[in-house]
């Protein structure tokens, strides 16, 4: 089932979220809703904050993105685009470590239509997390998943990738934030705006 997706200014954006024990009610079904929710926005990455649920998962497909990017490469990707491709389940992830090169890439959100800014992170990440089975993993990813992982994770920690960028960029787009939480912004999938209580 698609759901909703909570727009920019609703609060449960902002919360860190809570752990999920084995046994929760729903869970596969909510992991099913999430990745169709995502694929119909259509996205890469979708944490649960983002359909309303204050808990510790996220879902990711950067094999899509790969895909599309060799594709549209008329010579090899720069290093950071690429990266191993993953279909993944992450539940009660701990990052573990970031580190390597910086690099620039402009990110947007399904909960903040129409925005791209330049976010800089490390290349590298370690990260310790569950998969939808409870099995516990600890894994190294690179490159552009790296990215689409630490821009989730970000979700379920209460941050929001404008929240690094500059305070001026901030500033800039300020008004447009306010029209995304109100509703006043063009959207193909659905959404629910904090603004009006409702779905679109």
Partial sequence: MTLPIVAYGDPVLRKKTEEIQPGHAGLAELIENMFETMYNAPGVGLAA??????LRLFVVDSEQWLRENEKT???PAENHLTGEPIKQVFINPRMIKEYGQ??????GCLSIPGIREDVQRLDKIV?????ENFHEYEKEFTGITARIIQHEYDHIEGILFTDRISPLRRQILKNRLQAISKGDVQVDYKMLFPARKKSR
Avoid: V
């Avoid at 910086?102 to 990110?107: F, M, N, R, V």
């Fill in 49 to 54: 904050p983002q359909i309303g649920q204050s």
């Fill in 73 to 75: 490469q008329s010579e």
């Fill in 102 to 107: 910086k690099w620039t890439y402009q990110e």
């Fill in 127 to 131: 990260i310790r997390y569950f998969d």
